[in-house]
């Protein structure tokens, strides 16, 4: 088993971000596929999410959305029944036996923590969701349970760089409508009408501008690292079809 990555912001927090390794799946899900929605053996997804759960908090029961790219925050008070999976983007609890989990093939996973209350949270930083305000309705959530946004610590985890985040101009101008601010976030693109997103600094700006109090961004690239990461863009440029994800996972300790 591989170790997750660890955030030096969450301390020792019960935490990590995992890669496409260590897990039992083959072929193109080699090997922590952990996507419920994929074409993968369901009992090597299920194995690969205990697996990986084990390795942040053992005995936790995980709790992971049906992701749907929205600024929607939930908050979990017990163990969903039959394996339900409450739609939105981000997780947010004070309950010690549960583990928040998060799942991205490129998004940015952002794991965030009041240790002092005792509040965790994980959400799912895809753009529609970055703009839309995900990391601001989940400071909400948390806040609702009893944190404080001063004393919130977050950690972006492995996501697509901005070297490999290739966009139009329509796609800049609609982060530009929203903030005219938000064009430092883009780089000249390689042809023309296109540009480079830096996802991990938007989202980091976010973070900042809700208050956040100390802010990691780890910097991995997500589709730059095939051995290590599945990619979703990744999987389309190269025609591979069906891909994995990995997951990002959070306890309260």
Same mark, same amino acid.
């Given at each position: 088993?591989?170790?997750?990555?660890? *955030?030096?912001?969450?301390?020792? !927090?019960?935490?990590?971000?995992?890669?496409?390794?260590?897990? +039992?799946?083959?072929?193109?899900?080699?090997?922590?596929? =952990?996507? #419920?929605?994929?074409?993968? @053996?369901?009992?090597?997804?299920?194995?690969?999410?205990?697996?990986?759960?084990?390795?942040?908090?053992?005995?936790?029961?995980?709790?992971?959305?049906?992701?749907?790219?929205?600024?929607?925050? +939930?908050?979990?008070?017990?163990?969903? *029944?039959?394996?339900?999976?409450?739609? %939105?983007?981000?997780?947010?609890?004070? /309950?010690?036996?549960?583990? !928040?989990?998060?799942?991205?093939?490129?998004?940015?996973? +952002?794991?965030?923590?009041?240790?002092?209350?005792?509040?965790?949270?994980?959400?799912?930083?895809?753009?529609?969701?970055?703009?839309?305000?995900?990391?601001?309705?989940?400071?909400?959530?948390?806040?609702? #349970?009893?944190?404080?946004?001063?004393?919130? =610590?977050?950690?972006?985890?492995?996501?697509?760089?901005?070297?490999?985040?290739?966009?139009?101009?329509?796609? !800049? /101008?609609?982060?530009?409508?929203?903030?005219?601010?938000?064009? /430092?976030?883009?780089?000249? %693109?390689?042809? *023309?009408?296109?540009?480079?997103?830096?996802?991990?600094?938007?989202?980091?700006?976010?973070?900042?501008?809700?208050?956040?109090?100390?802010?990691?961004? !780890?910097?991995?690239?997500?589709?730059?690292?095939?051995?290590?990461?599945?990619?979703?863009? /990744?999987?389309?440029?190269? $025609?591979? $079809? @069906?891909?994995?994800?990995?997951?990002?996972?959070?306890? +309260?300790?």
């Amino acid at each position: 088993m591989t170790d997750p990555i660890r *955030a030096r912001a969450l301390g020792a !927090l019960p935490h990590g971000f995992f890669g496409r390794r260590g897990g +039992v799946s083959t072929g193109a899900y080699a090997s922590l596929n =952990v996507g #419920i929605g994929s074409d993968d @053996d369901p009992q090597a997804v299920a194995q690969n999410r205990l697996i990986a759960t084990r390795a942040v908090r053992p005995g936790a029961a995980l709790v992971t959305p049906y992701q749907v790219h929205s600024a929607d925050a +939930v908050t979990i008070l017990v163990p969903p *029944a039959d394996g339900h999976r409450p739609q %939105g983007d981000a997780l947010v609890t004070d /309950r010690s036996g549960l583990a !928040l989990g998060i799942l991205t093939a490129d998004c940015a996973p +952002v794991l965030l923590a009041d240790a002092q209350a005792g509040v965790v949270a994980a959400a799912h930083a895809g753009w529609k969701g970055a703009i839309g305000g995900i990391t601001d309705t989940t400071i909400l959530a948390m806040e609702a #349970i009893g944190a404080d946004r001063g004393r919130i =610590v977050a950690a972006i985890g492995p996501c697509i760089a901005r070297a490999s985040y290739e966009v139009d101009a329509a796609f !800049l /101008r609609r982060f530009a409508a929203d903030d005219p601010e938000n064009e /430092r976030f883009f780089a000249d %693109g390689r042809r *023309a009408d296109h540009y480079q997103f830096d996802l991990e600094a938007y989202v980091a700006h976010r973070l900042a501008g809700a208050g956040v109090g100390r802010i990691e961004a !780890l910097g991995i690239d997500t589709y730059a690292d095939a051995d290590g990461f599945f990619s979703y863009r /990744r999987a389309t440029h190269h $025609g591979e $079809g @069906d891909n994995g994800r990995q997951i990002a996972i959070i306890a +309260v300790e």
